[in-house]
């Protein structure tokens, strides 16, 4: 079989790979502690899941449902957004349900790219902005962000870029894999950009409340609407990944483009999904402060697994897990003798970009006893 061009551009997700390795060893009757990946074990609100069990017995539940999301969904959104972001939103026109960010990334690709179009992504940011670009033929320009600057961008790079073929700039505060927590002032910096150069800011916003006391949405920079779109999602604030459901929001006409894609692509979300998520959505700041309390204590458990491997890292990092700087050149040699040696699981710093190679990613989604476990391990 001949396969697409484009498929010989993007390799397998690594932990797709590394997940079969991880199988393999299970099945061999090994316990493996896998810190890994940011998919949160803790459940959603139990209103939640009570939500979702009603409404999968309302009538009209099982159909297709609205490629733009029930009404009252969008302004659960727009209200939440509101209340925890301080930004004004138009559920009509300016929020449009998504299952999950990844697959937003791939819409906006779709929506606003061409074959040799340019798109400027942080040199170490989540992989899909990536494959997302050379999915759509379009090549990725990395931006440099500076280690010792708290992972800040290097401002002097965007003086000297030409312009005429980039479209895109995609953003993530607070910045995964770093725990970077960004700024107004950053966020202002990349609006002036985007306003000077002509170009689309994609802000993907997916870890604004975890451990992070100043969510903020690109949205509260003045004039930000007409140059950028932001991403969001239940799947870490609600500990929802798996339900896949978040949202975008920005101008009505980029929503509207980004929706001529998606339609033509899936038939609308489950309307007992939705239902759910206006539940969640209406947490009262109680689930957030219960919810990073719990991810403090693990995070302090991290702390001590990653000072019995010699590593050094920020204690004031935002988001789902903690980066760390490895004792050695190549973490390769170092994750590969922890999952054969020791059964744990971590993420090398390398499948965000290069500059992550002396790096460890470590995920917050196990119970503290497991991380004592896996301290004992060690
Ligand atoms: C930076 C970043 N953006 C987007 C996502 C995707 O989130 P979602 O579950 O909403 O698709 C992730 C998931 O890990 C992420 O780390």
Same mark, same amino acid.
């Given at each position: 079989?001949?396969?697409?061009?484009?498929?010989? #551009?993007?390799?397998?997700?690594?932990?797709?790979?590394?997940?079969?390795?991880?199988? &393999?060893?299970?099945?061999?009757?090994?316990?493996?502690?896998?810190?890994?990946?940011?998919?949160?074990?803790?459940?959603?609100?139990?209103?939640?899941? #009570?939500?979702?069990?009603?409404?999968?017995?309302?009538?009209?539940?099982?159909?297709?449902?609205?490629?733009?999301?029930?009404?009252?969904?969008?302004?659960?959104?727009?209200?939440?957004?509101?209340?925890?972001?301080?930004?004004?939103?138009?559920?009509?026109?300016?929020?449009?349900?998504?299952?999950?960010?990844?697959?937003?990334?791939?819409?906006?690709?779709? &929506?606003?790219?061409?074959?040799?179009?340019?798109?400027?992504?942080?040199?170490?940011?989540?992989?899909?902005? !990536?494959?997302? !670009?050379?999915? @759509?033929?379009?090549?990725?320009?990395?931006?440099?962000?500076?280690?010792?600057?708290?992972?800040?961008?290097?401002?002097?790079?965007?003086?000297?870029?030409?312009?005429?073929?980039?479209?895109?700039?995609?953003?993530?505060?607070?910045?995964?894999? !770093?725990? &970077?927590?960004?700024?107004?002032?950053?966020?202002?910096?990349? @609006?002036?950009?985007?306003?000077?150069?002509?170009?689309?800011?994609?802000?993907?916003?997916?870890?604004?409340?975890?451990?992070?006391?100043?969510?903020?949405?690109?949205?509260?920079?003045?004039?930000?609407?007409?140059?950028?779109?932001?991403?969001?999602?239940?799947?870490?604030?609600?500990?929802?990944?798996?339900?896949?459901?978040?949202?975008?929001?920005?101008?009505?006409?980029?929503?509207?483009?980004?929706?001529?894609?998606?339609?033509?692509?899936?038939?609308?979300?489950?309307?007992?999904?939705?239902? =759910?998520?206006?539940?969640?959505?209406?947490?009262?700041?109680?689930?957030?402060?219960?919810?990073?309390?719990?991810?403090?204590?693990?995070?302090?458990?991290?702390?001590?697994?990653?000072?019995?491997?010699?590593?050094?890292?920020?204690?004031?990092?935002?988001?789902?897990?903690?980066?760390?700087? =490895?004792?050695?050149?190549?973490?390769?040699?170092?994750?590969?003798?922890?999952?054969?040696?020791?059964?744990?699981?971590?993420?090398?710093?390398?499948?965000?970009?290069?500059?992550?190679?002396?790096?460890?990613?470590?995920?917050?989604?196990?119970?503290?006893? @497991?991380?004592?476990?896996?301290?004992?391990?060690?």
């Amino acid at each position: 079989m001949h396969i697409a061009n484009r498929l010989k #551009e993007v390799q397998e997700y690594y932990f797709s790979a590394k997940l079969r390795e991880i199988r &393999a060893l299970e099945k061999g009757g090994k316990d493996v502690i896998n810190l890994g990946i940011g998919s949160p074990d803790l459940l959603p609100p139990s209103r939640v899941i #009570e939500k979702l069990k009603i409404g999968s017995n309302l009538r009209g539940a099982n159909q297709y449902q609205s490629y733009q999301g029930l009404p009252a969904f969008r302004q659960a959104i727009a209200e939440f957004s509101r209340n925890h972001l301080d930004i004004v939103l138009n559920p009509e026109h300016e929020i449009l349900p998504l299952m999950g960010s990844k697959e937003g990334i791939a819409h906006i690709s779709l &929506a606003y790219l061409n074959k040799g179009d340019q798109v400027l992504i942080p040199e170490l940011g989540y992989p899909a902005y !990536t494959s997302a !670009t050379k999915m @759509v033929e379009a090549e990725p320009i990395y931006y440099p962000l500076i280690e010792s600057d708290d992972w800040c961008p290097d401002w002097k790079f965007f003086d000297q870029l030409d312009y005429s073929k980039i479209k895109l700039l995609y953003l993530n505060y607070p910045h995964m894999p !770093t725990g &970077a927590r960004g700024s107004q002032k950053i966020l202002g910096k990349f @609006v002036r950009i985007a306003q000077k150069y002509e170009l689309l800011l994609i802000h993907d916003n997916p870890y604004s409340f975890i451990l992070n006391d100043q969510p903020q949405s690109i949205f509260s920079v003045k004039g930000s609407k007409n140059c950028a779109l932001e991403l969001n999602s239940l799947s870490k604030s609600f500990n929802m990944s798996g339900w896949r459901v978040g949202w975008l929001s920005g101008a009505a006409e980029n929503i509207k483009n980004v929706l001529r894609i998606k339609s033509n692509f899936d038939s609308g979300m489950y309307q007992p999904i939705q239902r =759910a998520a206006i539940s969640a959505l209406q947490q009262d700041e109680k689930w957030f402060e219960q919810l990073n309390l719990t991810y403090k204590i693990r995070r302090n458990c991290v702390f001590r697994l990653l000072d019995k491997l010699n590593c050094t890292y920020r204690k004031a990092q935002s988001g789902l897990f903690v980066w760390a700087q =490895a004792p050695v050149m190549d973490v390769d040699v170092l994750v590969d003798d922890l999952l054969v040696n020791k059964h744990i699981f971590i993420t090398p710093g390398h499948i965000f970009g290069a500059k992550g190679r002396r790096y460890l990613r470590v995920s917050l989604c196990a119970p503290a006893e @497991v991380f004592e476990q896996a301290i004992l391990r060690l």
